[in-house]
């Protein structure tokens, strides 16, 4: 899993409450993803961010919410919008649009945050 | 999105044998990626090919891109047991934002 950290490794959401995801980075990139997974799924992108104080939405955004403030960290908040939060968050990293060659289209991936609903 | 679709969904094979995973697209790509997946974790990168490249190896690995047909394939030739995962194609559409696209996956189980 790299120099990627998420956590925690489960987390469990009661009805209306706001959850918090950690994702942290000692790779020096500059861009920072968030995924979700369903069972027997592919990842779908939910917010990417190509610098520090920058994010943008992705495919499936509504419901959640991020912070870029530091470089090394990118958190998401599923927020009590989101009616069907059950699913595997995974926090990925790689290097910036700026970066020569093929570096920048790889990503680096978290163990991931298995996100439970009570 | 303009994701891969792989083919098949799962894979079952007996250790020692190859194993042929497929990805077809619709759009035109900058690059395709394949990485993998263990049970229960994140995924690793295990190698990229460019539009303009036709055929690449690492270790065991060996893919295929055919633009003309917008497809791929992976080859993990003499498998092992370690090798049981979910495997992802991943591409870059031409113009894009540079965002990755994943297809649904390969379950690939080798037995002892």
């Known amino acids: 899993d790299g120099g990627i950290t998420q956590s925690p490794k489960y987390l469990f959401r009661k009805e209306g409450q706001n959850v918090t995801l950690s994702c942290e980075q000692n790779l020096n990139h500059d861009a920072m993803y968030w995924y979700r997974q369903d069972p027997g799924q592919g990842l779908r992108l939910i917010y990417y961010?190509?610098?520090?104080?920058d994010f943008q939405k992705g495919d499936i955004a509504e419901g959640y919410s991020v912070s870029r403030e530091k470089k090394e960290s990118f958190p998401l908040t599923v927020t009590s919008a989101q009616k069907n939060p059950t699913a595997f968050y995974l926090c990925?990293?790689?290097w910036g649009k700026g970066t020569g060659g093929l570096r920048k289209n790889i990503q680096y991936f978290g163990a991931g945050t298995r996100l439970s609903v009570l | 999105s303009q994701q891969g679709e792989e083919d098949p969904q799962a894979l079952s094979i007996q250790e020692g044998e190859n194993a042929t995973m497929n990805c077809s697209y619709k759009?035109?790509?900058?690059?395709l990626q394949w990485y993998r997946q263990n049970s229960g974790r994140g995924l690793v990168h295990l190698i990229l090919i460019r539009s303009n490249e036709r055929e690449k190896h690492s270790g065991r690995l060996r893919v295929t891109l055919d633009t003309s047909k917008k497809s791929s394939s992976l080859l993990i030739t003499a498998s092992r047991a370690a090798d049981t995962a979910s495997y992802f194609c991943a591409l870059i559409s031409s113009g894009s934002a540079r965002q990755l696209t994943f297809g649904s996956g390969t379950q690939l189980t080798v037995l002892p």
């Open positions: 990925a990293s790689s």
């Open positions: 759009t035109s790509i900058n690059n």
């Open positions: 961010s190509q610098i520090v104080n």
